[in-house]
């Protein structure tokens, strides 16, 4: 999936959120994105940049998308996001084989941290639609983001603490950015 930042600003630049399978992010659902990536390297600590467990195949949040190895397998067999669709390897019937540490190439890049990122909000979305439209919820999405996949139910509270600042605080200075 490669995702294109387009959306209209103030000079008159386009920037849309679209994926290779075609499906686009609202502009809503990019300053989410936005402001779950602001949130995500504000909370960053040293461990984060050095990422050491990761290269010895640990389970931890990686890149500046903190998205864990498990994670990205995952969003890669549901085939929301592949960071090189040519290997084999990453296919989604073959990811289940591709080890934790092999993984770590591809998500401490930024470009793929990001698609990552906006691959699990689309997840998030999806999963959740057949309960509720989270889809303009930021502080909804940025909870899901930050807890994983919790039981999908019709009224989804947001974290007092993460949800609601990715919501309000996060989403706002994002949202400021795409002017």
């Known amino acids: 999936m490669n995702i294109s930042f387009v959306i209209e600003d103030k000079k008159g630049k386009n920037i849309l959120f679209v994926t290779d399978s075609g499906e686009?992010?609202?502009?809503?659902?990019?300053?989410?994105?936005?402001?779950?990536?602001?949130?995500?390297?504000?909370?960053?600590?040293?461990?984060?940049?050095?990422?050491?467990?990761?290269?010895?195949?640990?389970?931890t949040s990686i890149?500046?998308?903190?998205?864990?190895?498990?994670?990205?397998?995952?969003l890669i067999k549901e085939g929301l996001y592949n960071p090189d669709p040519e290997n084999e390897q990453l296919k989604p019937k073959n990811i289940h084989k591709i080890s934790k540490a092999h993984l770590y190439s591809y998500l401490k890049e930024p470009v793929h941290s990001a698609n990552l990122s906006a691959a699990k909000i689309r997840y998030d979305i999806n999963r959740w639609a057949p309960f509720v439209d989270v889809s303009n919820l930021p502080n909804i999405l940025g909870t899901l983001y930050s807890q994983g996949d919790i039981p999908v139910h019709g009224n989804p509270m947001p974290d007092e603490n993460r949800g609601s600042q990715i919501g309000t605080e996060f989403y706002f200075l994002a949202k400021e950015a795409f002017k």
């Open 63 to 74: 890149g500046i998308g903190q998205i864990k190895a498990e994670t990205a397998r995952n």
């Open 24 to 59: 686009a992010l609202t502009l809503s659902e990019a300053i989410t994105l936005a402001a779950v990536l602001v949130d995500e390297y504000l909370r960053m600590g040293l461990g984060d940049w050095l990422d050491w467990a990761a290269k010895i195949g640990i389970e």
